[in-house]
């Protein structure tokens, strides 16, 4: 078996620190001021998105040097094992194949597969239309109108993230997301719905998610409680899972249940039937649009030189700051209120696949991986964190995404977004010295010495990188391309720091000691030892009952 190249063995690792080095001495202005073709030469195009890289520290030679890491890491070649189904998953011995739930034809070898992905999609297609047609009736004849999604992380995020950026297909039926196992999450989603005309979908890929199992265990007896008789209860469930046997105990019949399969991680799954919520309250032909969206970017993906290949020029740009300029965390924020989410959905995405310390072959990184990925939507974050991105001691990379219109009617109100989002990309870039703050504070008439003292405390060194990534809007199409650039991102960048992005180890050993204390609470007298803080908080919480 070939040994997993660590970044650090390639060839263009110690020529990107020198080059790396060199720019950290330029200026994002002086790079435009030199090349009149910047603006669209670190441009390019592809599924109706445009990524706008030029205000970065990135020359064209440091470019070139990134493009040529990517060769050395052979991403093209790992794109196409990555869509034909290649075993990448080498520590749970799974190809990923989240690319074969938006396929139109199968891959070469994945005929089965792929025929299991188009029954189920078929099926799905027929909840749905059952669903939105009012066909559907909970326990008293009542034609269902809420749909509530329980589901955590992969079985949450996703279809929360499209069904809310989506509000402007939004079709009869109201999708509503529980996701936490404290109470209130169930307790207030639940308030002034008719359990008569409430379905819940229990999604779980494993089906042992205990936040999910015991939000499923409430919302059944919530509907009990409200009369539903006991053999009506299948009326009021559907489960997605792998697991058709614990969803067949949980009592969800086997009619109710649409598969998953092992070969697609959880926050992948979205274009599964765990996006089944969303089709229900986008309806399918959106839904279907969502993942021709998604389809167009991994063939971009597959086929583009790394030169044009939007995910992998993002991946590059990820790994120049992470590991060349020491930037610890990446701000997406996105111009688009229905994209609130977009960073909840990314941190699973980015930091579930790519937090990790050790390569495919379990030697330890000697450089960073995934960076700590935060945001929220434009322009909140303006009047919150954005004097750290402007003033702050760190480098925050930041995405801006721009959706370029808006369906809704109001476009002057839409027209300042845009202004808002622009200018931040700007102000980044350009910043302003200390003697144009100090003129601007004379030119608003205070006197030379207060203009002298502030002077300092309104200078920006700007020369902060931004990518911005723009759309005509917010569309099907266009997030599903979207999120398919991100995921394909996040591979790219895996295979550069020579780590599985599809296995999540690291949250198993918190589940455990969850499993214990829960055993401490509900039986004092059982002993685990644990360290003296968490006894202490024990206690504490023993005395508060
Ligand atoms: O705990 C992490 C995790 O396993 C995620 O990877 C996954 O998306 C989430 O839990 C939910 O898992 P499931 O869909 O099996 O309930």
């Known amino acids: 078996m070939t040994q997993t190249l660590r970044l650090s063995d390639f060839p263009s690792w110690r020529e990107l620190q020198a080059l790396a080095a060199q720019m950290q001495g330029t200026s994002i202005t002086t790079l435009f001021s030199k090349d009149a073709q910047r603006a669209t030469e670190f441009t390019a195009s592809a599924a109706g998105l445009t990524l706008d890289y030029s205000k970065h520290l990135l020359c064209r030679d440091s470019r070139a040097a990134l493009l040529r890491l990517a060769e050395q890491a052979q991403l093209p070649q790992r794109a196409g094992q990555l869509l034909a189904g290649a075993p990448l998953n080498n520590t749970e011995s799974r190809p990923a194949l989240h690319t074969l739930l938006r396929a139109r034809s199968a891959p070469a070898g994945l005929e089965a597969e792929f025929s299991a992905v188009e029954d189920t999609r078929q099926r799905m297609r027929l909840w749905c239309d059952r669903i939105t047609s009012g066909q559907m009736q909970g326990y008293s004849g009542k034609a269902i109108r809420d749909v509530v999604n329980i589901g955590i992380g992969g079985s949450d995020l996703g279809p929360r993230l499209v069904t809310g950026a989506l509000a402007a297909c939004h079709g009869p039926v109201r999708c509503h997301y529980v996701a936490n196992v404290d109470p209130a999450d169930l307790h207030y989603t639940l308030q002034g719905l008719d359990p008569d005309a409430t379905l819940f979908i ?3 890929k494993s089906f042992r998610t205990e936040e999910t199992l015991a939000n499923g265990v409430a919302a059944r007896d919530w509907l009990l409680a409200a009369g539903a008789p006991e053999e009506d209860l299948h009326r009021h469930f559907l489960a997605i899972t792998t697991n058709l046997e614990a ?7 086997a009619d109710n249940c649409l598969p998953l399969w092992d070969w697609v991680g959880g926050r992948y799954s979205l274009w599964s039937a765990v996006g089944l919520s969303t089709a ?11 993942l021709a969206g998604a389809e167009e970017m991994d063939s971009h993906f597959s086929s583009a030189s790394c030169a044009h290949n939007l995910p992998m020029l993002m991946s590059l740009l990820e790994i120049w700051y992470c590991n060349f300029f020491g930037a610890g965390n990446q701000a997406v924020l996105p111009y688009d209120q229905g994209l609130a989410r977009l960073p909840d959905f990314l941190q699973q995405l980015t930091m579930e696949s790519n937090g ?8 330890p990184l000697d450089y960073d991986s995934a960076p700590v990925l935060w945001g929220s939507a434009g322009t909140m974050g303006q009047h919150s964190f954005h004097q750290l991105l402007h003033q702050g001691t760190r480098l925050c990379p930041a995405d801006f995404i721009l959706p370029l219109t808006t369906p809704l009617a109001d476009a002057a109100r839409h027209r300042m977004l845009v202004a808002n989002g622009l200018a931040q ?5 350009i910043g302003r010295t200390e003697d144009e703050a100090r003129a601007s504070l004379l030119g608003r008439g205070l006197d030379a010495a207060e ?7 309104l200078a920006m060194p700007g020369n902060r990188p931004s990518s911005v990534i723009t759309m005509d809007a917010v569309t099907p199409h266009s997030l599903g391309a979207l999120l398919a650039l991100y995921e394909h991102r996040t591979f790219c960048s895996g295979q550069l720091w020579g780590i599985n992005s599809f296995d999540q180890w690291g949250v ?12 401490r609470l509900q039986n004092p007298d059982s002993r685990k030892n644990m360290d003296a803080a968490t006894e202490r908080l024990l206690a504490q919480w023993f005395a508060a009952q």
């Open 508 to 519: 198993e050993l918190g589940k455990e000691i969850g499993a214990d204390i829960l055993n």
């Open 425 to 429: 990309s700007r102000a980044l870039m």
């Open 280 to 290: 229900i309250a986008v309806g399918w032909e959106h839904f279907s649009a969502l």
């Open 202 to 204: 229990l999604c779980s």
């Open 356 to 363: 990790k310390r050790i390569t495919r072959d379990g030697e």
């Open 451 to 457: 203009a002298n003292r502030l002077a300092p405390h």
């Open 247 to 253: 969803a067949a105990a949980f009592g969800v019949p």
